[in-house]
Antibody, heavy 120, light 106 residues
Framework: EVQLVQSGAEVKKPGESLKISCKGS????????IGWVRQMPGKGLEWMGI????????RYSPSFQGQVTISADKSISTAYLQWNILKAPDTAMYYC?????????????WGQGTLVTVSS | EIVMTQSPATLSVSPGERATLSCRAS??????LAWYQQKPGQAPRLLIY???TRATGVPARFSGSGSGTEFTLTISSLQSEDFTLYYC?????????FGGGTKVEI
């Protein structure tokens, strides 16, 4: 059974850094891209970026390029989403997603979400 | 960036009735469209990809159609568990974009 298990909720202050994680199991981790999707409170879904754990190649949405860093450690089947400087508008639920496909992609499995709250 | 517009924002229907949700793309996305269902407090779940192919385990009452810029998700006979949020997503052109969602309510 494919599972994506994300790290727990975080409460941080503006200006702090953060790295959240997503551990994949039940499939070959290095054979599928993994992505991140943001959902701000009461709002819709926004694609942030993806990474291919096999070679750590990444692709970002222009809206998030330079704002976050996506990485992966294939030795432990885990992907990460990192902020160097958090801001209040980063408050959101963040979902990791397994990608189906390579050139044309959609998201066939979703993690349970990690709630990030940024508040002074 | 391709803008995906879902309508209506809220759809009021009765259990057992048919629901028709629309998704429009600002430019052609061919058949490269997916639909997701999101229940309150839960992560989204893939329903449809390739505009009309049901994902594994998705009941047959869900069907998708369309190509180019106009797409439809139809729920043939609404069950109580279907009253929730639905999103479309295009994957024809980077960046990948989602619609704003349609809430199906009683």
């Amino acid at each position: 059974e494919v599972q994506l298990v994300q790290s727990g909720a975080e409460v941080k202050k503006p200006g702090e850094s953060l790295k959240i994680s997503c551990k994949g199991s039940g499939y070959t981790f290095t054979s599928h891209w993994i992505g991140w999707v943001r959902q701000m409170p009461g709002k819709g879904l926004e694609w942030m970026g993806i990474i291919y754990p096999g070679d750590s190649g990444t692709r970002y949405s222009p809206s998030f390029q330079g704002q976050v860093t996506i990485s992966a450690d294939k030795s432990i089947s885990t992907a990460y989403l990192q902020w160097n400087i958090l801001k209040a508008p980063d408050t959101a639920m963040y979902y990791c997603v397994r990608v189906y496909g390579s050139a044309l992609i959609w998201f066939d499995y979703w993690g349970q979400g990690t709630l990030v709250t940024v508040s002074s | 960036e391709i803008v995906m517009t879902q309508s209506p924002a809220t759809l009021s229907v009765s259990p057992g009735e048919r629901a028709t949700l629309s998704c429009r793309a600002s430019q052609s996305v061919s058949s490269n469209l997916a639909w997701y269902q999101q229940k309150p407090g839960q992560a989204p779940r893939l329903l449809i990809y390739g505009s009309s192919t049901r994902a594994t385990g998705v009941p047959a009452r869900f069907s998708g159609s369309g190509s180019g810029t106009e797409f439809t998700l139809t729920i043939s006979s609404l069950q109580s568990e279907d009253f929730t949020l639905y999103y479309c997503q295009q994957y024809n052109t980077w960046p990948l974009t989602f619609g704003g969602g349609t809430k199906v309510e009683i």
